[in-house]
């Protein structure tokens, strides 16, 4: 893991910069303060899990250059070109409430236990299980499934994966600020959620807008219902409160607001392409594949096509093998034969 003593300075420099430049981009800004950590050894991976420690959620991607982007951020931003500049507009609020007003008037057709009507964090969640696009992310508290779905879903000798570590604590001191007095253990699920849903029924309502500056947060969501699939996977979500900026951009607000942390609230560890089936290999003697992490025939079929592409791995590696045994056979055979 990459040292990281000049995060202080690093930030100091990046909130001056930030704070003369006249139209600022939140992700290029958040990118840049995102630490690039890269292993390319099983145990190179177990030593970065290890130096994180317990207090961090994780998240596989299969691609390194992705952005952190929620469902709803992908559809819901697009470009404009004007003569001189690109603009980007969003109307993430307004579709997210025709969304959500849809899957509630029919979610009741398929299953006899609908959240609650107060009970917007489930409502989203329950759409995100489901597929629909949501103001939600998924992660995980193992960083081992994280590993599982950047190399799963990844492109194996042909693009670089990543796993994104975020710092619960630091979500955690930084959501604190919005109460008057500090949370115990005991109650901050149900603070959060509370606090969570109360500003979701008021944007959801009009009352209130995405673009109020208290809003501009990333909470973790706690639905009440957790579901096999997420036990499985030890699965939490991050919420972004403020529609107004996508996902990583609020998150760089937070950043940018925070002047007491000391080390990196954001890392990113690269997976090489080659590094992707020998992972995958190891994840399997750990249990970790689609049928722990999907508990039903769908999972078990998935973890029959993991079987094949590891497998067929392990005999191209054995062909390749013999091939270069063969070739250096060849050659000790002719030396020999040429050798007076």
Known sequence: MRVTNDWPERMRTTRERYEKDPYPNNRTYFNELVVNDRVTTWRGFHQWVDQLQDSWVFRGQAKAAWDLETTLDRHTSWEIKNKTSYLYERHAADYERKLLSGF??????????????????????????????????????????????????????????AVWAIDRDWIRRELAKKFDTPLSDADWSARVSNYSNDILRKQLAGEESSEDPKNMIVVPATPKRENERMAAQQGVFLCNLNLVYPLDSALMRMIKCDDKSDKPPVRKLIVGPR?????????????????????????????????????????????????REAKSALRAYIEHEQDP
């Open 275 to 323: 590094q992707q089936i020998p992972f995958l290999r190891e994840l399997k003697r750990m249990n970790i594949s689609a049928a722990s992490l999907f508990p039903d025939l769908e999972g078990f079929t998935r973890s029959l096509g993991e079987w094949l592409e590891i497998q067929v791995s392990i005999d191209i590696q054995q062909r390749e093998q013999q091939d």
């Open 104 to 161: 509630q008037l029919r979610a009741h057709h398929y299953m006899s236990h609908p959240p609650g009507e107060a009970e917007l964090m489930d409502w989203l969640a329950l759409m995100q299980h489901y597929g629909g696009p949501t103001r939600l992310l998924d992660w995980t508290r193992s960083p081992y499934v994280a590993l599982y779905f950047a190399v799963r879903e990844g492109d194996p000798g042909k693009r670089s994966a």
